[in-house]
């Protein structure tokens, strides 16, 4: 493998996005070797600082790890935005910059004075996106909510979960984490390319909400072409059967079996050791199986109440059969042998929390190491560096920023 | 065609971009985002269609190769040709064809395309700058590689399942199929980083995705829970986590109520005055110190005593009333939607969020969603509406110089459809 330089390198994020979505889509780009230099406060303090998890359980604006997973390859400023100075000097850093990120509610870029219009005053080509939760235009953009409240708007904490109970969605903000970073990277390097071949700067208006319909295309055609309003269907397929989530040895131990045909049917069946009910005639074919898919769901479950799922699914991917353990947090981070074999997670030094552990990248270059440059930022760690060497300010001139309250 | 402009029609951001899209379920939707904001993708068909063609919803709840909504959605904007792949005179069809391609997404199993004679390594020969995206359920190497995955095992092996549903039963899944989504969404990231390198470089380079990995970034702050204070997150215990934050019921359905969120919020003190203005009836149960305690917050007591109080008021009231009023005192609070309130979202709506769906079996007016971001100089925009079975064979391999002649003969030896 030849090493090259990261496919992002030169390129400058001015990065004003705090909590969730916006900072992960900023950290794609540290992580492919943009400088992304994130502009905080401890005014006004990116609020997942001071979310849990912390290092050994102590709260510290340096020591949570939801805030350093999401903030990786990132150097990190300080500057009270709401200090008269701070715009002049802002400024300064937009002039170098590329792209200037921001997830704030709509508005708020505008009030410091810093909107799209007046980065493209300071730099003709810049790239700018605005992430608010429902965007910059339509007349509910001052609504307000964090990523609980985008699950429930747009549809996904409805349609997931059980019929006749409330709605379970994922249980997490599931947004949060692919549809909103990994769509507005895209656009944002759909913009780059059009930058690149004409030298021409735009704005993206990006609404929280939209991914994540656009994710769900074919249940909105279900309604509008056939008049179908989708339900919560548990682990139910369309057509899959058996298709579902099966009790194994251990407490709250599960399985996840998927039975695509009959050749798979019969594999499952010699894998349990034909069992006199499940060579029945009712049950060897697709369409049966899936018509009386809860009697199947039963005896199956009753089978595999006896069975280890790692075990479980040796043996039936060995005969075929698409099955997968259900993973919690300790068996993906310290059991999968495929996750450990692409070296998914890493552990980097931190000057605080010591050594901890980071999400890399889900995917994998054949020319470039793909993996965080580092850890994420202490509450303003590259103040001075990023002032002093891209700013071109003398230390007397930080010092003096300092003494007036500007850079906190 | 290639995308032209022409002045009513604004430039669009990939224009001039050669997709070859061979993938199916796990990969439509990266070649979707590529061909929405204007590259010109090319899905590759097996003869008798891609397996998205086979999956629901179908219009009418009719199934047939033209009538996958599911295909028909994640496939705008494309045009299609089907190749027999298993042919020698299919595989170098295809080669000639990424001899002028800049990208191949693809999601055979790891190794298919080079026992057909289409590995990178060949395919690269002709073409420098190529680049090719390989999705699997697991990677293209390692102990799982060759292991098959659906939807819902992708979620379980990936740790999202374990996180949603119930306490006391199984985990349930997300709606939509979203592990494929999510191996899709980082394929479009990952392979549009390798093809902006090629532009820049000159060279292109093979991306590995692997759709489990790809879920495990779902996983919010799981596993540095379990990593920094060694707490396995489960499923939540109900639908309130903590008095004040969560669902609750309401005339219509459901509402999200985030009174507490992260960190400090004054949401609370909102919620309380606008419980007292509308004239909740026991709203003073809710003053007092011991509503500021976290600890009270997460106790049965608060939760059975904050629900009671709220959902006796928040019944006789509908979402969208309490999302209207509830935002206006800036409280963080949401409906819990349904895909009929999201058509009828007066912000979705005002930013014309839902587009036509335009298809030849559908005469009555139909919608869709439409872009998920609004570019000001490169806007998403619809070329067409998804290839029919073979639609673009005859125009795609006229681009390579195949005659019509010869693709007859093509068609007849079951090389092409």
């Known amino acids: 493998m030849t090493e090259k330089r990261l496919p992002l390198a030169g390129l400058r994020v001015a990065d004003f996005c705090w909590i969730g979505a916006g900072s992960y889509t900023t950290k794609i780009f540290g992580d492919l070797g943009a400088d992304v230099i994130k502009i905080e406060s401890s005014t006004r303090l990116d609020s ?23 903030n990786t390859s990132k150097r990190g400023i300080t500057v009270d935005m709401k200090h008269p100075k701070a715009l002049g000097l802002i400024r300064k850093l937009i002039a170098q910059s590329d792209i200037v990120a921001n997830n704030f509610a709509a508005g708020v870029m505008e009030k410091f004075g810093l909107g799209y219009e007046d980065c493209k005053r300071i730099r003709p080509d810049i790239l700018y996106i605005g992430m608010s939760m429902q965007g910059s235009l339509g007349p509910q953009r001052d609504f307000r909510g964090t990523g609980s409240s985008i699950a429930a708007l747009t549809g996904i904490q409805d349609l997931s979960g059980l019929p006749g109970n409330v709605p379970a969605g994922t249980g997490t903000n599931y947004p949060d984490h692919l549809p909103n970073p990994c769509h507005a990277a895209f656009a944002l390097l759909a913009a780059l390319r059009h930058r690149r071949r004409t030298g021409q700067g735009q704005c993206i208006d990006f609404a929280q909400t939209e991914p994540m319909l656009s994710l769900m295309g074919p249940t909105f055609l279900d309604l509008t072409v056939n008049g179908r309003l989708q339900q919560r269907r548990g682990n139910d397929h369309p057509w899959m059967a058996p298709h579902g989530v099966y009790p194994c040895v251990g407490s709250d131990r599960w399985i996840a079996i998927t039975v695509a045909t009959d050749v798979q049917w019969a594999a499952l069946v010699g894998v349990m050791g034909s069992p006199a009910w499940a060579l029945e005639a009712r049950w060897q074919t697709l369409p049966q199986r899936h018509r009386e898919r809860q009697a199947l769901d039963a005896l199956l479950a009753a089978w595999t109440a006896g069975q280890d799922r790692y075990d479980l699914m040796r043996r039936l991917q060995a005969a075929g059969v698409p099955a997968g353990a259900v993973q919690d947090a300790h068996d993906v981070t310290r059991e999968d042998p495929q996750l450990a074999h692409r070296g998914h997670w890493i552990r980097m030094p931190h000057a605080e929390m010591g050594e901890s552990i980071y999400n890399n990248l889900p995917f ?27 700013l071109g300010l003398t230390e007397s001139e930080i010092d003096a920023l300092q003494a007036e309250d500007l850079l906190k | 065609m290639s995308a032209t402009s022409t002045p009513s029609t604004p430039v669009a951001a990939l224009e001039g971009l050669r997709v070859l899209d061979l993938s ?138 374990w996180m949603g549903g119930y306490q006391g039963v199984a985990p349930t899944q997300a709606h939509g199929d979203q592990a494929f989504k999510c191996a899709a969404m980082y394929g479009a990231v990952a392979a549009m980083l390798a093809v902006t390198d090629a532009e820049l470089s000159g060279e292109g380079q093979q991306v590995d995705i692997a759709m489990q990995e ?26 309130q986590r903590f008095a004040g934050y969560g669902l609750f019921e309401c005339q219509d359905g459901y509402i999200y109520l985030g009174s507490r969120g992260i960190g400090n919020s004054p949401a609370w003190s909102r919620s309380l005055q606008w419980f007292k203005d509308a004239g909740m009836v026991g709203v003073d149960r809710l003053f007092g110190p011991e509503w500021s305690d976290l600890t009270y917050l997460k106790s ?47 912000q979705l709506r005002a930013r014309e969020h839902f587009v036509p769906f335009t298809h030849p079996l559908v005469s009555a007016a139909a919608e869709m969603p439409g872009a998920p971001y609004v570019l000001s100089s490169t806007p998403w925009r619809l070329q067409r509406p998804a290839p029919g079975l073979g639609q673009h064979t005859s125009e795609v391999l006229a681009e390579i110089g195949i005659t019509r002649d010869e693709v007859a003969r093509l068609h007849a030896a079951g090389v092409v459809a």
């Open chain 1, 48 to 70: 997942l600082r001071m979310a849990g998890p912390y290092k050994d359980g102590k709260p510290g604006v340096n020591r949570s790890g939801y805030f350093a997973d999401r």
């Open chain 2, 214 to 239: 790809c879920v495990t970034l779902a996983l919010e702050n799981a596993a540095q829970t379990y990593d920094l204070e060694g707490v396995i997150r489960k499923r939540p215990l109900g639908d």
């Open chain 2, 300 to 346: 049965e007591e608060a939760r059975e005593v904050f629900g009671d109080l709220f959902m006796t008021w928040s019944r006789q009231r509908t979402k969208e009333w309490l999302y209207t009023e509830g935002q206006k005192r800036l409280i963080p609070l949401a409906p819990v939607s349904t895909p009929r309130d999201l058509l009828d979202n007066p």
């Open chain 2, 24 to 161: 199916g379920a796990m990969g439509n939707y990266a070649g979707k985002l590529f061909a929405d904001m204007g590259a010109d993708v090319i899905l590759v068909e097996p003869l008798q269609g891609s397996e998205l063609r086979r999956e629901g919803p179908f219009i009418d709840d009719q199934p047939g190769t033209e009538r996958s909504l599911n295909f028909a959605y994640q496939n705008t904007s494309k045009r299609g040709i089907c190749l027999n792949l298993e042919t020698a005179s299919g595989q170098a069809l295809l080669r000639e064809l990424a001899a002028g391609a800049d990208l191949v997404l693809e999601t055979f199993a790891p190794g298919w395309m080079e026992a057909h004679g289409l590995g990178y390594a060949q395919l690269v020969q002709r073409r420098p700058q190529l680049v090719m995206a390989s999705i699997t359920p697991f990677g293209q190497t390692g102990p799982y590689a060759d292991l098959q995955a659906t939807d819902l095992v992708a979620l379980a092996t990936g740790g999202l399942l």
């Open chain 1, 364 to 390: 994998r270059l054949s020319r470039h190491t793909v993996q965080p440059q580092r850890g994420a930022p202490l509450l303003g760690e590259h103040t001075r560096e990023v002032l002093g060497s891209l």
